[in-house]
C-alpha cells in the first residue's frame, strides 16, 4: 500500500500545483471570437428579463447560513454570500454555504419496483426484457435490474446514517416519475391530482427525514427512469409532447414538495439519457441502436439484430409538430438522439417556465440543468510545436462545445453552439424564436455539472472540416479526435496511452484536473449569466475491479513522464483491487480516497485561485447501488452492499466516507 499512500500525497500537492491545463487561448471561450459564435448577441442584462420571475432572495430555510442567490437587481451590493465567499477564499477554504454531499437516482437504489401502485419504468421494461444487456447472474433477475437495488424505498433511516458520516449538508436524489404517476400523465382535475398516493406519502418521509436531520435536499426530476407508459404511447424523448407530460410532473412536484425543497435539477445527463440511450448501442434503455455503437457490442448490434439488444419496441411518434408520424415499432432511425436531446431540453425549459411563472416567487427555490460531458485537454507531444499547441486547443475548445455546450448552451444561452450548427446542418432541428427565449436562462439560477472523466482533443490528420454543403450527423466530427485513449482497437479497446489511470468502469479514468478545467470553461463562456454558479452534482469512480484491464499502466505512465507531468503516471497496487470474496477490499477503497483527495484538491483551487463560482459538490455515490448495464459489481458507492449475501443489505461506510468528513472539517469554513 506504500506506493498508493505516497502517491497519494505527493499527488495532492503537484496536481495542485501544476496541473491546471488551460482551455485554449484567445478563442477559448468561444464568446468573443465574433462571427465565428454563437454567443455574440448575449444579452448585457445578466439579471435574465426573459424569465418572468426571478430568484432573487430566495434563501435556503433548512440551511440557515446560506442566504442565495445574490440580487442580481442590485450588481454592486455585498450579499451575506459574497461575505462568506471573501472570508473563505482568504483561508484558502469553501464558503460556509457550500452545498456538501453526496448522490443517487431513483432507479439505482429504491428498488420496490412493483409496489405500492409504482408504474413500469423503461429501465423496468427493458432490463426485464433483455437480461442479457446487464452484467449479473444468469437467471437471477434481482441482479440484473434495479428490481430490489438497496431497497432505499424501505431503508432510507440507513442511508442518513451514510450522511452524517460524511457531513453531508446536502444530499441529492431523484424521484421516481412513474411511482407518482404510473402512467406518466399527471392530470389535476377539479383541484386534484390523478397521482399514486402512497409514492407521494414516501416522497414526503425522504424529505421530512432530511430536513429533521439537516440536510438539504437537492432534488432531480428526471434521472433516465421515463415511464415505459410514454415509451409506449408515443416513444418517450423522441415525441414532442414529452414536453408537456413532463412539464405537467414537475408542476405537481413543485405544488406538492416546493414548500419544503428548494433546489430542482430538472433533467440529468441528457446526453446520456439521449446518446446512450437511443443511439450507442443497448447500454441504457430503451436499447434504441443506430447500429452506429463504435465502442461496444458492435457484432451484436449488426442489422439491429433484436437478439443483440436493440429494441424495435416503440410507440407512434412525432418528433416535432411540423414532422409526420411514424409508425410504432419501426427500426432504430437516424438522428434518434438529436431529437430526443432537443425535445429533453424543451422538456427541461418547460419546467423552467412553470416553476418561474407559479412557484419560485413564493417559494423562493433555485431551478437548474444538471448535463454531463469530459473536459476536453488538448492532446499534447514532447517537442510538439506551438503551432500544433494552438490548433489542438482549438480542437478541444470545438469538441467540448459538441460534448457539452450542446446541452449546457440552449439553457443558458438560449440556443445551440454555433459551430454544432455549421457542422450539424439540416441534421440539427430548430428552435423556434418562442423556444428560444423559453430557454434563455432556464438555467440561469445555478448549472449543474457531473464530472468524471476527461477527453483529449485534436485535429484528425488528413481530415478537413465539413464544408457547409457537406455539412450533417455523419460529418460533424469526422475531423475531431475526443477520447480518453489514443486510439480504439476493435471499435471499443483502449490503444494507450489513457488519459488517467483506468478505474473500475471501462470508461471511467482518473484525470484530476478535469474538474478545475471545466469549472473554468463553463464560468469562462457563460460569464454573468449564471446567477449562483456552478454545482458539481456528481463526482467519483468505481474502485478498480477483477473486471478491469491493467494492460495500458505502463505505455500510460511512459507517456505523462514524456510530457513532464510524472504525476499522472499513475500506478498502483494489486491489492486495491476489489475481490468480492473478501469485503476488506472493498471497504478500504483507497483508489477512491486518493480520487476523492485529487478531484477536491482541484476544486478548491478553481475556487480559491480561479475565483470560479462554484457552490457544491455531490460526491457519486453515497451507497453501492445499480450501475446500469455495469449491475452490481461495479461499485460507485462509498458505503458498501453486500448485494449478494446479505439479504438486508446493510450500508457499511467505506473509508472514503470517513474521509470526506474529514475533508469537510479541514476545507469548508464552518460558519
Ligand atoms: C453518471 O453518469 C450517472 O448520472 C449515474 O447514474 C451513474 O451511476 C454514474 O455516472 C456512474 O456511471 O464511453 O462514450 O459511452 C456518468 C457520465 C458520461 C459516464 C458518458 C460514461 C460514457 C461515454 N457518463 N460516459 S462512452
Same mark, same amino acid.
Given at each position: !500500500?506504500?506506493t498508493?499512500?505516497?502517491?497519494?500525497?505527493?499527488l495532492?500537492?503537484s496536481?495542485a500545483?501544476?496541473?491546471?491545463?488551460?482551455?485554449?487561448? +484567445?478563442?477559448?471561450?468561444?464568446?468573443?471570437?465574433g462571427?465565428?459564435? +454563437?454567443?455574440?448577441?448575449?444579452? *448585457?442584462?445578466?439579471?435574465?428579463?426573459?424569465?418572468p420571475?426571478?430568484?432573487?432572495?430566495?434563501?435556503?430555510? %433548512?440551511?440557515?447560513?446560506?442566504?442565495?442567490?445574490?440580487?442580481?437587481?442590485?450588481?454592486?451590493?455585498?450579499?451575506?454570500?459574497?461575505?462568506?465567499?471573501?472570508?473563505?477564499r482568504?483561508?484558502?477554504k469553501?464558503p460556509?454555504?457550500?452545498?456538501w454531499?453526496?448522490?443517487?437516482?431513483?432507479y439505482?437504489?429504491?428498488?420496490?419496483?412493483? #409496489?405500492?401502485g409504482?408504474g413500469?419504468?423503461?429501465? =423496468?421494461?427493458?432490463?426485464?426484457?433483455y437480461?442479457?444487456?446487464?452484467?449479473?447472474?444468469?437467471?437471477?433477475?434481482?441482479?440484473?435490474?434495479?428490481n430490489?437495488?438497496?431497497?432505499s424505498?424501505?431503508?432510507?433511516?440507513e442511508?442518513i446514517?451514510?450522511?452524517?458520516?460524511?457531513?453531508?449538508?446536502h444530499?441529492?436524489?431523484?424521484?421516481?416519475?412513474?411511482?407518482?404517476?404510473?402512467?406518466? $400523465?399527471?392530470?389535476?382535475?377539479?383541484g &386534484?391530482?390523478?397521482?399514486?398516493?402512497?409514492?407521494?406519502?414516501?416522497?414526503?418521509?425522504?424529505?421530512?427525514?432530511?430536513?429533521?436531520?439537516?440536510v438539504?435536499?437537492?432534488?432531480?426530476?428526471?434521472?433516465?427512469?421515463?415511464p415505459?407508459?410514454?415509451?409506449?404511447?408515443?416513444?418517450?424523448w423522441?415525441?414532442y409532447?414529452? $414536453?408537456?407530460?413532463?412539464?405537467?410532473?414537475?408542476?405537481?412536484?413543485?405544488?406538492?414538495?416546493?414548500d419544503?425543497?428548494?433546489?430542482w435539477?430538472?433533467?440529468? /445527463?441528457?446526453?446520456?439519457?439521449?446518446?446512450s440511450?437511443?443511439r450507442?448501442?443497448?447500454?441504457k434503455?430503451p436499447?434504441?441502436?443506430t447500429? #452506429?455503437?463504435p465502442? &461496444?457490442?458492435?457484432?451484436?448490434?449488426?442489422?439491429?439484430?433484436?437478439?443483440g439488444g436493440?429494441s424495435y419496441?416503440?410507440g407512434?411518434?412525432?418528433?416535432?409538430?411540423?414532422?409526420?408520424?411514424?409508425?410504432?415499432n419501426?427500426?432504430?432511425?437516424?438522428?434518434e438522439?438529436?431529437?430526443?436531446?432537443?425535445?429533453?431540453?424543451?422538456?427541461?425549459a418547460?419546467?423552467?417556465?412553470?416553476y418561474?411563472?407559479?412557484?419560485?416567487?413564493?417559494q423562493?427555490? @433555485?431551478?437548474?440543468?444538471?448535463?454531463?460531458?469530459?473536459? $476536453?485537454?488538448?492532446?499534447?507531444?514532447?517537442? !510538439?510545436?506551438?503551432?500544433?499547441?494552438?490548433?489542438?486547443?482549438?480542437?478541444?475548445?470545438l469538441?467540448?462545445?459538441?460534448?457539452?455546450?450542446?446541452? %449546457?448552451?440552449?439553457?443558458?444561452?438560449?440556443d445551440?453552439? $454555433? *459551430?454544432?450548427?455549421?457542422r450539424?446542418?439540416?441534421?440539427?432541428p430548430?428552435?423556434?424564436?418562442?423556444?428560444k427565449? !423559453? @430557454?434563455?436562462? +432556464?438555467?440561469?439560477?445555478?448549472l449543474?455539472?457531473?464530472?468524471?472523466?476527461?477527453?483529449?482533443?485534436?485535429?484528425? /490528420?488528413?481530415?478537413?472540416?465539413?464544408?457547409?454543403?457537406?455539412?450533417?450527423?455523419?460529418?460533424?466530427?469526422?475531423?475531431?479526435?475526443?477520447?480518453?485513449c489514443?486510439?480504439?482497437?476493435?471499435?471499443?479497446?483502449?490503444i494507450?496511452?489513457?488519459?488517467?489511470?483506468?478505474?473500475?468502469? *471501462?470508461?471511467?479514468t482518473?484525470?484530476?484536473?478535469?474538474i478545475?478545467?471545466?469549472?473554468?470553461w463553463?464560468?469562462?463562456?457563460?460569464?454573468?449569466?449564471?446567477?449562483?454558479?456552478?454545482?458539481?452534482?456528481?463526482?467519483?469512480?468505481?474502485?478498480?475491479?477483477a473486471?478491469?484491464?491493467?494492460?495500458?499502466?505502463?505505455?500510460t505512465? #511512459?507517456?505523462?513522464k514524456?510530457?513532464d507531468q510524472?504525476e499522472y503516471a499513475?500506478?498502483?497496487?494489486e491489492?486495491?483491487? /476489489?475481490n468480492? =470474496?473478501? &469485503?476488506?477490499t472493498?471497504?478500504?477503497?483507497?483508489?477512491?480516497?486518493?480520487?476523492?483527495q485529487?478531484?477536491?484538491?482541484?476544486?478548491?483551487?478553481a475556487?480559491?485561485?480561479d475565483?470560479? =463560482?462554484v457552490?457544491?459538490y455531490?460526491?457519486?455515490?453515497?451507497?453501492?447501488?445499480?450501475?446500469?448495464?455495469?449491475?452490481?459489481?461495479?461499485?460507485f458507492?462509498?458505503?458498501?452492499?453486500d448485494?449478494?449475501?446479505?439479504?438486508?443489505?446493510?450500508?457499511?461506510?467505506?473509508?472514503s466516507?470517513k474521509?470526506?468528513?474529514?475533508?469537510?472539517?479541514?476545507n469548508?469554513?464552518?460558519?
Amino acid at each position: !500500500m506504500k506506493t498508493l499512500t505516497l502517491f497519494t500525497t505527493l499527488l495532492a500537492v503537484s496536481a495542485a500545483k501544476k496541473c491546471i491545463v488551460k482551455p485554449s487561448s +484567445s478563442n477559448d471561450s468561444g464568446i468573443e471570437s465574433g462571427e465565428e459564435s +454563437s454567443l455574440n448577441n448575449l444579452p *448585457s442584462d445578466p439579471s435574465n428579463p426573459s424569465n418572468p420571475s426571478d430568484p432573487s432572495n430566495s434563501s435556503d430555510p %433548512s440551511n440557515p447560513s446560506n442566504t442565495d442567490p445574490t440580487n442580481p437587481t442590485n450588481p454592486g451590493e455585498q450579499t451575506n454570500h459574497d461575505i462568506l465567499v471573501e472570508k473563505a477564499r482568504a483561508e484558502g477554504k469553501l464558503p460556509a454555504d457550500f452545498k456538501w454531499g453526496a448522490a443517487t437516482a431513483a432507479y439505482q437504489v429504491e428498488g420496490a419496483w412493483n #409496489e405500492d401502485g409504482r408504474g413500469e419504468s423503461v429501465w =423496468d421494461h427493458f432490463t426485464h426484457l433483455y437480461p442479457h444487456n446487464v452484467e449479473g447472474e444468469e437467471g437471477n433477475e434481482d441482479s440484473i435490474s434495479g428490481n430490489v437495488a438497496c431497497d432505499s424505498y424501505h431503508k432510507f433511516d440507513e442511508d442518513i446514517e451514510m450522511m452524517k458520516i460524511m457531513k453531508a449538508t446536502h444530499y441529492r436524489f431523484s424521484i421516481s416519475w412513474s411511482r407518482l404517476f404510473p402512467d406518466g $400523465q399527471a392530470k389535476k382535475e377539479e383541484g &386534484k391530482w390523478n397521482v399514486n398516493e402512497k409514492g407521494v406519502e414516501y416522497y414526503n418521509s425522504v424529505i421530512n427525514k432530511l430536513i429533521e436531520n439537516n440536510v438539504t435536499p437537492l432534488v432531480t426530476l428526471y434521472h433516465w427512469d421515463l415511464p415505459y407508459a410514454l415509451h409506449e404511447k408515443y416513444g418517450g424523448w423522441l415525441d414532442y409532447h414529452s $414536453q408537456y407530460d413532463f412539464a405537467n410532473y414537475a408542476e405537481f412536484c413543485f405544488e406538492t414538495f416546493g414548500d419544503r425543497v428548494k433546489n430542482w435539477i430538472t433533467i440529468n /445527463e441528457p446526453w446520456v439519457n439521449c446518446v446512450s440511450g437511443y443511439r450507442l448501442g443497448p447500454g441504457k434503455a430503451p436499447y434504441r441502436c443506430t447500429g #452506429e455503437a463504435p465502442r &461496444k457490442l458492435a457484432n451484436e448490434t449488426e442489422g439491429l439484430d433484436l437478439q443483440g439488444g436493440c429494441s424495435y419496441e416503440i410507440g407512434p411518434s412525432q418528433y416535432s409538430p411540423e414532422s409526420e408520424v411514424l409508425e410504432a415499432n419501426r427500426p432504430p432511425q437516424r438522428l434518434e438522439d438529436v431529437w430526443c436531446s432537443h425535445n429533453i431540453l424543451l422538456a427541461h425549459a418547460q419546467a423552467v417556465k412553470v416553476y418561474r411563472e407559479k412557484f419560485q416567487k413564493e417559494q423562493n427555490g @433555485l431551478i437548474g440543468i444538471t448535463v454531463d460531458g469530459e473536459a $476536453q485537454i488538448p492532446w499534447i507531444e514532447p517537442g !510538439m510545436s506551438e503551432e500544433q499547441k494552438k490548433i489542438n486547443e482549438e480542437y478541444a475548445n470545438l469538441a467540448a462545445e459538441f460534448r457539452i455546450g450542446w446541452y %449546457s448552451d440552449p439553457p443558458v444561452t438560449g440556443d445551440y453552439p $454555433q *459551430s454544432v450548427k455549421e457542422r450539424m446542418g439540416k441534421d440539427l432541428p430548430e428552435f423556434t424564436e418562442e423556444q428560444k427565449a !423559453m @430557454l434563455k436562462g +432556464s438555467s440561469s439560477d445555478f448549472l449543474g455539472w457531473n464530472t468524471y472523466t476527461a477527453h483529449w482533443a485534436a485535429p484528425i /490528420e488528413g481530415q478537413t472540416p465539413p464544408t457547409p454543403e457537406e455539412a450533417n450527423f455523419e460529418n460533424s466530427k469526422r475531423d475531431m479526435w475526443d477520447d480518453n485513449c489514443r486510439g480504439r482497437g476493435d471499435g471499443w479497446t483502449c490503444i494507450p496511452p489513457t488519459l488517467g489511470s483506468q478505474a473500475g468502469s *471501462s470508461w471511467n479514468t482518473k484525470y484530476p484536473p478535469t474538474i478545475r478545467v471545466g469549472l473554468n470553461w463553463f464560468s469562462k463562456r457563460y460569464e454573468g449569466l449564471i446567477n449562483n454558479g456552478i454545482i458539481i452534482t456528481e463526482n467519483g469512480c468505481a474502485q478498480p475491479n477483477a473486471k478491469v484491464s491493467r494492460a495500458n499502466d505502463e505505455v500510460t505512465a #511512459e507517456y505523462f513522464k514524456s510530457i513532464d507531468q510524472p504525476e499522472y503516471a499513475d500506478t498502483y497496487e494489486e491489492e486495491i483491487i /476489489e475481490n468480492e =470474496d473478501d &469485503k476488506n477490499t472493498i471497504i478500504r477503497d483507497l483508489y477512491r480516497v486518493d480520487w476523492y483527495q485529487q478531484y477536491l484538491e482541484n476544486l478548491r483551487l478553481a475556487f480559491v485561485e480561479d475565483k470560479i =463560482d462554484v457552490r457544491g459538490y455531490m460526491a457519486w455515490s453515497l451507497i453501492d447501488n445499480f450501475e446500469w448495464e455495469n449491475g452490481y459489481e461495479t461499485r460507485f458507492g462509498m458505503s458498501y452492499i453486500d448485494f449478494k449475501n446479505d439479504p438486508e443489505l446493510k450500508r457499511q461506510p467505506k473509508e472514503s466516507l470517513k474521509f470526506l468528513g474529514q475533508w469537510y472539517d479541514e476545507n469548508i469554513m464552518q460558519e
